[in-house]
């Protein structure tokens, strides 16, 4: 079963992919790190980072020449174990370079969660795309 463990627990870890969502379309750098572990991992096919502060510097390389983000995505399980949980979602994101184009990316999520103080969070994620590509720069349309 893909979705396991107590409801309020599985509710309040949709909240936290939720806020990571918003987070991210926002670009608040606190948010998004808020999210996380202090001994947080995240891996991708770009990066392998360990520690909050490690992903804090990768945020600040990534979002440096993103004028705005578009990031949606679904979850596909969850399953609680007391203060941990392992879950997957999809991901659609959009990031709108200026000049430099788009780059669009979808991909699925393999985390593991932990409960601390209360609060739901990344301790380890792991990124696997299945598309990505580089678009031309966005412009926008006027209907007349």
Do not use: N
Request: a negative charge.
């Amino acid at each position: 079963m893909p979705f396991t463990g107590p409801a309020e627990d599985r509710q309040a870890i949709r909240e936290l992919y939720d806020f990571y969502a918003d987070a991210s379309c926002r670009g608040d750098r606190a948010d998004f790190l808020a999210c996380w572990t202090q001994d947080g991992s995240w891996w991708t096919h770009y990066f392998d980072l360990q520690g909050r502060e490690a992903i804090a510097t990768q945020y600040d390389q990534l979002m440096g020449a993103v004028q705005a983000t578009i990031f949606s995505g679904q979850m596909l399980s969850i399953e609680v174990a007391g203060d941990t949980a392992r879950c997957r979602a999809i991901c659609s994101e959009r990031l709108l370079m200026g000049e430099h184009g788009q780059h669009v990316l979808t991909g699925i999520y393999h985390d593991e969660l932990r409960r601390e103080g209360g609060q739901w969070l990344f301790h380890r994620r792991i990124y696997k795309v299945v598309t990505e590509e580089m678009l031309p720069p966005y412009v926008a349309f006027s209907a007349g």
